[in-house]
């Protein structure tokens, strides 16, 4: 199975491709922005494809179109200015899953934000807000999707090593999550279809990814 | 018929609010951000009522719980930041969209921008691009709704004083339109139930206002 990863040269789009390489039945094809940052993906014996997200949805189908899933892991991140959470985190989630539609890609994995609710748009400070509606807009649209889609949605996202062990359920308690650990229930996802049509909050925890993944209701 | 102006203190919303107080069957009630941008519509003898538009569903709800029809004349504009284009252009709209039914209020008429088409996004200069996709999002939200909806998307809003005429078609080439234009279809389009169901670009033209927009397809 070829996994589309969009968004590869981020923090955790590099670990999913590295942990994609390593296993068994899959292969990764990284969608990234600029030639610059191909060779770390070929080193690790990863096709590469250039798009950017701010390309057109033909652009990114024809990315898709020899793949058997997609993973959207990319983010302008709630640091980025508000124009690219909008343009990316929003519109390029949309076109990305419009993409999957045009090249009858069935399996799309993303990942979200810890709590996209309405309240929680409500809840955020102004200068998250905008980053939750993003997101909240971006699930929205999936799930109205007849894609056999998963949402992720992590707790707030840190570089500690990864431990491989998380809580994982519809509703957790806000917590860290390392990056590490959210690739890897990625790859979970990716290798487990109960997974299809579900949606969940990760944190750090003590039940192994793969095992946690697997319980999930 | 009494009608909730979101964004009455912007000037179209202004515009129409004068334009409803002086019609025979209409009466508004101003949504306004600020106790003091109240005297403007107490002189007109509208209504006031205080909401922000970052405000939740409910307070939105609250305060069209005693008429009949929405405008949404909102806008943070495309030269406001784009957190404001997610929160208000976006998710602002949508927002009264979500109150509107709340409250039981069926007709809706949204203002939305020229050309909101998934091209129009892509097309648009980097700058303008966020608001094209705020706009886009949001008349989607409203077109999945079995609300009684117009949407109306003016050319390159202008000062200048109205003429009282307009071309109006599902698609007219780009051009300009005075904003005091644009207040009188939107009066037109409260007073022509034939309007319900319609989306239409308005630009500066030779056929008065409410002639155009009855013989709209």
């Known amino acids: 199975m070829k996994v589309l990863v969009i968004g ?12 994609i390489q390593e296993s068994d039945s899959l292969k990764a094809k990284a969608m990234i922005r600029k030639q610059e940052q191909a060779s770390y993906f070929e080193e690790l014996g990863a096709e590469t494809v250039l798009v950017d997200l701010e390309d057109d949805t033909k652009k990114i189908a024809e990315a898709a179109e020899d793949v058997d899933a997609i993973v959207f892991a990319a983010g302008s991140g709630p640091k980025t200015g508000p124009d690219k959470t909008m343009l990316i985190d929003l519109d390029g989630a949309v076109k990305s899953i419009e993409a999957a539609k045009q090249a009858n890609v069935k399996r799309f994995v993303l990942i979200s934000s810890y709590d996209t609710s309405r309240e929680a748009i409500q809840e955020a400070d102004s200068s998250f807000a905008p980053y939750v509606a993003a997101k909240h807009y971006a699930d929205d649209w999936l799930r109205r999707t007849d894609l056999d889609y998963t949402i992720v949605h992590p707790g707030m996202l840190t570089n500690d090593e990864g431990t491989g062990k998380i809580e ?39 039940t192994r990814v793969r ?3 697997a319980s999930l209701k």
Request: proline fraction near 4%.
């Open 8 to 19: 590869a040269n981020g923090q955790i789009g590099k670990q999913l491709v590295t942990l």
């Open 168 to 206: 994982a359920a519809e509703k957790v308690e806000a917590n860290k999550v390392p990056r590490d650990d959210i690739a890897q229930v990625l790859l979970a996802c990716l290798e487990d279809p109960s997974t299809i049509g579900k949606e969940f909050q990760v944190i750090a925890g003590d």
């Open 211 to 213: 095992e946690a993944v």
